[in-house]
């Protein structure tokens, strides 16, 4: 392969990997806390729609990209009442979330299919950077979208293991109860990381509609918000782990896509199974390796928080 | 300076407080009603965007209950509803969360679809119970292959089921456009139809067929199992308390192996159903998502088979009114709207049946 094709996959495997880092970022926050939000996949779909409805209304991505993230917090919200308050289920009613994410965003998007975005995250390459041989046309000629989560990916990362907050949010997911006795309000601080994770998702979904595609497309996150799940498991919860990841799935997305433009003789149906069967093969060796070495999901994952149960 | 008495906030205080046992009538009315808030709401969400949710639901209930032909085609969509519901039910029994029941019952229809194109020489009376066997067998071995993971190395199968449903409908996909298309099918993306023994026959002179037969006996079968067998048994003392289990001596590898066989090839035996009942060949969408409105009923119904049975005829029902309402303009996702805002208000109405809430006055006794 020739240098410009190679850096054109690597470039493309930036943007195709970009929702799903954005999604799993805010997952990883979700989890942190001890709540697994199944809704991925729903809160995309909700953030892409209304991000797409924005940007027509006002003509303007920003606002849309704003829609969006309002869209998924507030459908995150949802969740954290059910699952915070309500003590529900977790699996099922992130199950929920994506199944009325799924109908709502098909009930809302009916009359946007096939328009296209009036104005979407286009590329910007930033000036001296770009021009770094090989590096620049990769990493530094990409849309402003993918700057921001150059930059949120180390932001997090302190966050989590370097500030006292950060400190307060692991606690909370680790042993509530034990965060609870010492003063963190363990309540607000999963109602506040849920929704912040759909307001990542809302991002994610916006980035679909608003650079990606850019248009709406009933179902068009095609089980990135699933793919994203997985890939919080892969990161083993660390924001750095989570970009990694979601390059390798965003260069398999590429590559597909690629080949089904060279015309290689095998059929598309093959090469879109590619993302979904690599996720699993990596799920499973992500889940060995957790388990060898010990760090595992949040110890509180998955359990609601009762006081009267301390 | 004496400091001013200030009344904080309401006075009174609203507490939740465990319930010790669930009530018979709790267990009804907790559910209608959340049902009924789910379309207060959904009716709130068809206002805003500006169109009339009365006119709709009456149009829904119309479409799905006014007629000879709405009620036979609600049947129609219960009928890989039944099967699915208990698919998912008997492994979230187990707290397995098989969400392939979807991709489950496309491999259920490929493999039955098999029998029926490429095994001319069958005699014409094993031909359905073939297919029968065949979709059993490929939605067991789908939903196999994200088992043996999860029961060895504890791999989540929410994730792997989810993903092998994109990957099952693509298999499916490559299928009816490339090498099963019918020849002589002027280019569209069908196979050629089945053969007459292929076909489950149909019943009162509509499209509900003999799947129906096969749901309801699913219905008892799987009742008895849990119930009243050994199996059942462990299933369901795996799910609530899998270390009680484990002391006890449960196999528990060996058990969610099996219970995701049973699993899948029930959804698989929807697939069958749906192939040899309705569409007598195959075409590129053969469930509208079947296997996902499967979870909401399996949980709407509390996992037991016969309130399944129930709570499909009321979805299916659900799925035509949707149809019936896109002659007024809406999208047919509505229904899946209102599928979500069910499954809400469920989850939440939940907690009432295990707290009730106390009301006090502050200060008071």
């Known amino acids: ?310 | 300076m004496p400091a001013p008495v200030i009344q904080q906030g309401s006075p009174f205080t609203i507490k939740l407080e465990k319930r010790l046992t669930t009530s018979r009538l709790n267990n009804i009315l907790i559910p209608v009603i959340s049902v009924f808030l789910a379309l207060v709401v959904g009716a709130i969400f068809i206002y805003v965007t500006g169109n009339d949710p009365v006119k709709i639901y009456q149009t829904m209930l119309k479409g799905a209950f006014g007629s000879k032909y709405g009620i036979s085609e609600t049947v129609v969509k219960a009928i890989p509803l039944i099967l699915t519901g208990l698919a998912v039910s008997i492994a979230f029994k187990m707290q397995l969360w098989n969400i392939g029941a979807e991709g489950q019952l496309y491999m259920g229809a490929w493999a039955a679809a098999y029998v029926a194109l490429f095994m001319p020489d069958l005699p014409g009376f094993l031909v359905l119970p073939t297919m029968f066997l065949f979709g059993f067998l490929g939605g067991a071995i789908w939903a196999l292959i994200p088992a043996i993971p999860r029961a060895l190395i504890g791999v989540n199968e929410t994730i792997t089921t989810l993903l092998l449903n994109y990957v099952a409908i693509l298999w499916f996909g490559y299928f009816v456009y490339g090498p099963w298309r019918d020849p002589k099918g002027f280019n569209f993306p069908l196979s050629a139809a089945f053969p007459e023994a292929a076909r489950l026959p149909s019943m009162f002179d509509t499209r509900v067929h003999y799947g129906l037969i096969i749901g309801l006996v699913a219905v008892v079968i799987i009742y008895i199992m849990l119930k009243h067998t050994k199996w059942g048994y462990e299933i369901r003392v795996i799910g609530e308390s899998p270390n009680a289990a484990r002391y006890a001596g449960m196999n528990i590898v060996r058990n969610i192996l099996l219970v995701m066989i049973l699993s899948g090839g029930l959804a698989g035996i929807a697939g069958m159903s749906e192939v040899a009942g309705l569409t007598h060949r195959l075409q590129p969408t053969i469930s509208p998502g079947y296997g996902y409105t499967a979870i909401i009923i399996a949980w709407l119904a509390k996992l037991n088979p016969f309130a399944i049975l129930l709570v499909s005829f009321l979805f299916g029902g659900l799925l035509v009114g949707g149809y019936s309402v896109q002659t007024l303009g809406l999208p047919a996702a509505t229904a899946y709207m209102l599928q979500g805002l069910i499954l809400f208000f469920v989850l939440g109405g939940e907690l009432f049946n295990r707290y009730r809430l106390r009301i006090r006055e502050r200060g008071g006794k």
Do not use: C
Not at chain 1, 114 to 127: D, E, N, Y
């Open chain 1, 1 to 310: 392969m020739d240098y410009a094709l190679v850096t054109a996959v690597l470039a493309a495997a930036i943007i195709a990997g970009t929702p799903i880092l954005y999604a799993a970022l805010g997952e990883i926050l979700a989890e942190r806390t001890g709540v697994l939000n199944l809704g991925l996949e729903g809160m995309m779909l909700v953030g892409a729609v209304s991000g797409f409805m924005a940007t027509i209304a006002t003509g303007s991505h920003w606002m849309g990209l704003l829609a969006a993230m309002i869209a998924g917090g507030m459908v995150a919200a949802v969740h954290a009442v059910l699952t915070i308050t309500f003590k529900a289920n977790q699996v099922v009613s992130g199950l929920a979330l994506t199944i009325f994410g799924t109908g709502l965003s098909g009930f809302l998007g009916k009359k946007l299919i096939g328009i296209p975005a009036p104005s979407t995250f286009s590329k910007v390459s930033l000036p001296v950077l770009s021009d770094i041989p090989f590096l620049g046309p990769v990493l530094f000629n990409q849309d402003p979208l993918v700057y921001l989560s150059y930059l949120l990916v180390p932001l997090m990362w302190i966050f989590i293991y370097r500030t006292n907050p950060g400190l307060k949010m692991r606690s909370v997911g680790e042993n509530p109860g034990a965060a609870d006795s010492l003063g963190v309000n363990v309540f607000l601080t999963r109602y506040i990381y849920v929704i912040i994770g759909g307001i990542f998702s809302g991002i994610a979904g916006a980035y679909l509609s608003l650079a990606y595609a850019p248009t709406w497309l009933e179902h068009m996150t095609g089980g990135r918000g699933w793919i994203a799940i997985a890939l919080v498991i892969f990161s083993t919860w660390n924001p750095a782990r989570a970009l990694i990841g979601a390059y390798i799935f965003g260069g398999v997305d590429a590559l597909g896509f690629r080949l089904q433009a060279m015309n290689i003789g095998v059929s598309s149906f093959f090469l879109n199974m590619l993302p979904y069967l690599f996720t699993i093969l990596v799920l499973i060796f992500a889940t060995m390796q957790t388990q060898r070495n010990r760090i595992g999901a949040p110890g509180a994952l998955m359990l609601p928080y009762d006081r009267e149960d301390r």
